[in-house]
């Protein structure tokens, strides 16, 4: 298998590079046509490589980097857009509007300065047709730089911008978002090459991975997005889009249809009549509200009659009327609809006012979400919505989410670590920063009421589920602890502290007037007090009759690791030979001949070996025990060490990890002679 894998790895980089070495021996001419041929097909970042290629080949042939540019442009890579048409931007003669193409590539990849400079620089040198009307354009543009460095100054209000996972966003684009309820999103996306409606829910601050609702209607070989649910949730309007080129959310045409619900199913889609699907023109974005006994639709739309683009139009119908009989639609007026294009309206009762986006208002970038109160087509001067709603970027189809007041969005904007690039389109929610909350207390001995000192505090977040995810571990230096917390989770808070039981406790951050959450914890040692009486240390070696006496024979090796006494695993019965460790144990430790050593690190009346305090001593020797038959105590030790040098370093590692009270024993021929203490 690692063989295939290899082959593969090593065949696409050769493919890699023979098609790279043959676009490098393609004359400029055929160069160029097989970028004509790419963008014919769609596929642009490929197209405008090779019109760069070509263009580096033949200098003189500057039409081949504006198409390099065009293309960059129309993929929304401002940046690679701002290089190629750099080569051309002062010939708008001889390439229609590079100039102006060339300053908003600038801005919208946040080059405010340098934008106002390009669009004043065009404002200036250009001569063409339509120079009124591209002044007041430009205008328009220079204000949007200075809005948008205002904006980056001032830095952005009080509210948190959130990425919606990667389960829900992808590299295509996703759009059109409908809170169904506080944790179902109904949206748009390409994925799979064509437009979809898909839902997803939310659990535990994840979505699920989108998939196309049940019970929908199948639609075939179309694409059909933006949707918008009637206020009794009985009527489902949406548009199907026809594009054989590739959906694309301005310019492909649109219809806007209907289904209604049927018991736990929907009907098949209708059409709505003419007069909203005009012959040859897009009708889209459909957003649908009730007021009294109206049912008003909201659409994009770019029919006859409109101010320039896409205009946004209104239509009613009767809620006691035939189903799909709307009146004419009605064009907004000059104060919602400009030259450019107006589109994604999103109307809010509650407020009387009517979000949409537009790149002919004031915009910090292309298409920014800006919000206007009034009725019918008598509206107020719409208003920027400022940071986090807009960007850069193309920012639109705004919604909000009328029970929580969490609002959400479409924008091809990056997002630090989460969306690089500004290629495709991704949802993003917008809402208030979350109060922030902590979680604070203080760790004590339970005995002494003095502050423990280098402790480790592990915090979980519990699922409904009762299942836990640990969000944070963390060792503090003091008897003192804190994290962040997020309300409306539960917790528990687990600290551990070597040479004493770990404790827990359970917290909920539910309380709208709480912002400190903790309690003071005592903890309890695990070790006995007294565990057994230490013995006196042996300061001077044992006379040597006493030795032969005790151990047998004085001719046998001091230290001799490779010459065991029976086999490992065997238990056994000993006790201990100096005169103050006399206490028979139980083992199944191996024994050797001769002198060796072990550290004692603790007596314990339940040993648990899993406990994370051994976890740090377990990398200087093996863990063994001796259980005491008359206290019911279990000696842990650490084994083994065939030099007084050894074992010294040993204790230290020891008393440095957890364990300040050990100390060293002997032993003799796999007798246990007791404590010593090695200078």
Not at 378 to 404: I, Q, R, V
Not at 638 to 655: C, H, I, M, P
Request: aromatic share 12%; glycine share 6%; with cysteine.
């Amino acid at each position: 298998m690692m063989a295939n894998k290899l082959v593969l790895l090593f065949l696409g980089l050769f493919l890699i590079s023979s098609s790279l070495s043959a676009q490098k021996k393609l004359s400029w001419k055929k160069q160029a046509k097989l970028a004509d041929e790419l963008m014919e097909k769609g596929d642009l970042a490929e197209a405008a490589k090779n019109y760069e290629e070509a263009y580096k080949k033949k200098p003189k042939k500057e039409e081949l980097i504006f198409k390099a540019g065009e293309a960059y442009y129309t993929l929304r890579n401002y940046r690679k857009a701002v290089e190629a048409y750099a080569y051309v931007k002062d010939k708008n003669d001889d390439f229609a509007l590079v100039g102006l193409k060339y300053a908003r590539s600038l801005k919208r990849d946040s080059r405010y300065e340098k934008a106002k400079e390009a669009f004043d620089q065009f404002r200036k040198s250009y001569t063409g047709k339509g120079k009124a009307i591209l002044e007041e354009i430009v205008q328009k543009e220079i204000e949007g730089c200075d809005l948008g460095s205002q904006l980056l100054t001032q830095g952005p209000p009080d509210l948190e911008l959130t990425h919606i996972s990667t389960s829900v966003n992808t590299d295509a684009n996703e759009f059109a978002p409908i809170a169904f309820s506080n944790d179902v999103l109904y949206y748009s996306s390409t994925m799979g090459g064509r437009a979809r409606i898909y839902r997803t829910q939310e659990a535990n601050n994840n979505w699920a991975k989108g998939t196309i609702p049940e019970n929908f209607p199948v639609i075939q070989n179309e694409n059909f997005c933006h949707g918008s649910l009637s206020a009794d949730g009985q009527r489902f309007y949406f548009t199907i889009c026809n594009d054989d080129k590739g959906f694309n959310n301005l310019t492909s045409r649109c219809e806007i249809f209907v289904i209604r619900r049927v018991g736990n199913a929907w009907s098949q889609p209708e059409t709505l009549p003419d007069r909203i699907n005009a012959a040859g023109v897009t009708s889209t974005h459909p957003f649908v509200i009730q007021q009294g006994t109206q049912e008003i639709l909201y659409f994009a739309s770019n029919r006859a009659g409109g101010k320039g683009g896409l205009d946004i139009w209104f239509s009613t119908r009767s809620m006691t009327g035939s189903d799909n009989q709307f009146n004419d639609p009605v064009n907004l007026g000059p104060v919602i609809n400009t030259i450019g294009d107006e589109i994604t309206p999103f109307f809010d009762p509650a407020e009387q006012a009517l979000y949409f986006a537009s790149n002919g208002h004031l915009s910090i970038g292309g298409f920014d979400v800006v919000k206007s109160r009034g009725y019918g087509n008598s509206w107020a001067s719409p208003e920027n919505m400022g940071l986090p709603y807009n960007s850069s970027a193309d920012d639109y189809y705004f919604y909000k989410d009328a029970n929580s007041g969490t609002s959400f969005l479409s924008s091809n904007r990056s997002h630090p670590s989460e969306k690089v690039g500004t290629l495709h389109d991704d949802l993003f929610r917008i809402g208030s920063k979350p109060k922030e909350l902590f979680l604070s207390g203080n760790v004590f001995d339970a005995a002494t009421n003095a502050p423990l000192a280098e402790i480790t505090v592990s915090l979980y977040q519990i699922n409904p589920d009762n299942t836990d995810v640990l969000l944070f571990n963390r060792s503090f230096p003091t008897g003192a602890y804190q994290f962040d917390l997020i309300p409306n989770r539960r917790f528990r808070v687990e600290i551990e502290r070597a040479g004493y039981d770990p404790t827990s406790y359970q917290i909920v951050t539910s309380d709208p007037d709480k912002t400190t959450y903790g309690q003071p914890v005592y903890m309890t040692p695990d070790i006995p007090d007294p565990v057994e009486t230490d013995p006196p240390v042996e300061t001077d070696p044992p006379k040597e009759e006493e030795k032969e006496e005790v151990f047998g024979d004085p001719n046998a090796p001091e230290e001799n690791p490779n010459n065991p006494i029976g086999e490992e695993e065997v238990e056994y019965t000993a006790r201990g030979m100096a005169p103050s460790d006399r206490l028979e144990y139980r083992s199944t430790a191996p024994r050797f001949n001769g002198t060796y050593y072990k550290v004692q690190m603790v007596s314990l009346r339940k040993f648990d070996p899993t406990k994370s305090i051994f976890d740090k001593v377990i990398g200087f020797g093996d863990i063994e025990t001796e259980f005491l038959l008359e206290k019911s105590l279990t000696r842990v030790l650490l084994a083994r060490y065939f030099s007084a040098d050894e074992a010294k370093q040993a204790l230290q590692n020891v008393k440095n990890n957890g364990f300040p009270t050990a100390y060293v024993v002997r032993y003799d021929d796999g007798q246990r002679f007791g404590r010593v203490n090695l200078k």
